[in-house]
């Protein structure tokens, strides 16, 4: 979706953390809470995703969780266009369901 020639963009967040040892338990939790007090929603579980207005914003976004990393384990970060994550096949056992939408942009231009 662009909207006056913005591309508008998905984040995707996938890590995999430790979870062996009681402060390794604490990051794994503050990483997820920050996660979602920055907008984004789980996808499946260590896959959260969040939509930027425009690429700009989506670097925004990048720079809050690689400030927010954790000291151990694995974070990839996937950008992505609207016309990209329309592609992805979302499937809940033998059954398709069709992948989620962009959230309304409003245009105050």
Known sequence: MTFGGIQTMWLIVLFDLPTDTKEARKEYTQFRKFLLNDGYTMM?????????????????????????????GEVRIIK???????????????????????????DFF
């Open 44 to 72: 499946q579980y260590s896959v959260y995703m969040r939509h930027s207005s425009s690429d700009e914003n989506a670097i925004v976004h990048v720079k809050r969780v690689k400030a927010c990393l954790p000291d151990d």
């Open 80 to 106: 992505i266009t609207d016309k990209q994550f329309s592609k992805i096949e979302v499937y809940y056992g033998k059954k398709h369901k069709p992948a989620e939408k962009a959230p309304l942009q409003l």
